[in-house]
């Protein structure tokens, strides 16, 4: 399988709505438009009479219109000349799904499976689209280790004073990576400790599960005594998808769900809804913000000097090369990009004194 092979959201629903949209996906751009029925379709964004880009035209009933010399195409690429009208023309067709408020794409046929989102007791609170100027691999480096929490964050994480106390642990199987993470909080405000029931003594809890057909991150926060094993009133579970749109720009997309122990419909979640999607927005877009300060984007790790949070790198790297892009592990295209053996594992978090 190739990357396009993988379903990914590539546009939040409310963004399609007369007007066809072009967005790119993996280095290839694609036209999304939505018909006057409602029915979605997905083409390669370039006409194949005299390659104008399709996202240009409009659409007309249950038709997208060029707007060079007004060729029409139906949602399955079939296409019609008004001026030669025994031609036969066809611009390439993609699947495509509406599902999570958001439009998914694939190429037409190929047989991954659509993402599970494991949400019973959930609810959605928001839905979110952010764009990284940086390689996939980077942005998923950022969102799959904690150490930068104390210094990116404002609400989620754990505090730099006492980032040594905290425990990190990998459970890396064939087709996926979960990390698990346990540790003193940061200081929250009296008000949102209130509001999301937080107890004085709570630990954060961290953990996420990251797959890679396609690459995304299923991520639970929640916090809880150490002691009495007693949890927050509401946690978090977020599904958070790294789309690449070329080798070096990557879009952001967080569905966001709470679970949480208040009465009232979905556990207040209409209330935490205006609250939660502030704050995750503001969050995300503190990690966005580092993205765009790396002095180096080349997504290979030799080189980098590694701690102990950082073993995901390589494990995840391994993964995306063999699950999500398919290179053979023989090729040299898979081999050099997750060899992660300078890691200082020092559980301890004392520092290697050497400099390399
Ligand atoms: S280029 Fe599209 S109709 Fe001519
Ligand atoms: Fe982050």
Redesign the pocket.
């Known amino acids: 399988m190739g990357c396009l092979d993988h379903w990914h959201p590539v546009l939040l629903s409310k963004k399609l709505k007369r007007k066809p949209v072009a967005i790119r996906l993996c280095g290839t751009d694609v036209v999304l438009f939505r018909t006057r029925s409602g029915q979605v379709a997905a083409l390669e964004d370039i006409?194949?009479?005299?390659?104008?880009r399709?996202s240009l035209?409009s659409v007309v009933g249950e038709r997208l219109r060029?707007?060079?010399?007004?060729?029409t195409f139906d949602c399955e690429g079939a296409g019609e000349?008004p001026a030669t009208p025994k031609l036969y023309a066809c611009a390439k067709q993609y699947d495509i799904l509406e599902k999570h408020h958001a439009i998914w794409v694939k190429s037409a046929g190929s047989e991954a499976a659509f993402p599970a989102f494991e949400i019973d007791g959930y609810h959605n609170v928001c839905n979110l689209q952010h764009q990284a100027q940086a390689p996939l691999e980077l942005v998923v480096d950022n969102f799959c280790e904690i150490e930068h929490t104390p210094t990116t964050h404002a609400f989620f994480g754990y505090p730099l004073e006492r980032m040594h106390e905290v425990q990190v642990d990998f459970q890396p199987t064939e087709r996926t990576v979960r990390v698990v993470n346990r540790g003193p909080r940061k200081r929250i405000s009296w008000f949102l400790r209130a509001v999301l029931g937080i107890g004085r003594n709570d630990q954060f809890r961290d953990e996420w599960t990251t797959y890679f057909s396609p690459v995304y991150s299923e991520y639970d926060h929640w916090w809880q005594d150490p002691q009495s094993g007693a949890e927050s009133r509401v946690r978090f579970r977020l599904y958070i998808f790294f789309v690449p749109r070329d080798d070096h720009e990557t879009t952001i997309f967080t569905f966001a769900f709470t679970k949480s122990r208040y009465w009232g419909p979905a556990g207040g979640a209409r209330l935490l809804g205006w609250l939660m999607r502030r704050k995750l927005d503001y969050e995300l877009r503190l990690d966005v913000r580092i993205l765009d300060g790396l002095a180096d984007k080349n997504p290979h790790v030799e080189g980098m000097k590694l701690s102990r949070f950082d073993k995901v790198l390589g494990l995840n790297r391994e993964r995306i090369n063999r699950i999500y892009r398919g290179y053979g592990l023989g090729t040299a295209a898979g081999r050099p990009n997750y060899q992660v053996d300078q890691v200082d594992s020092h559980a301890d978090g004392a520092t290697d004194t050497q400099c390399h």
């Open positions: 006409c194949p009479h005299r390659r104008m399709l035209g060029c707007m060079y010399h007004g060729w000349s």
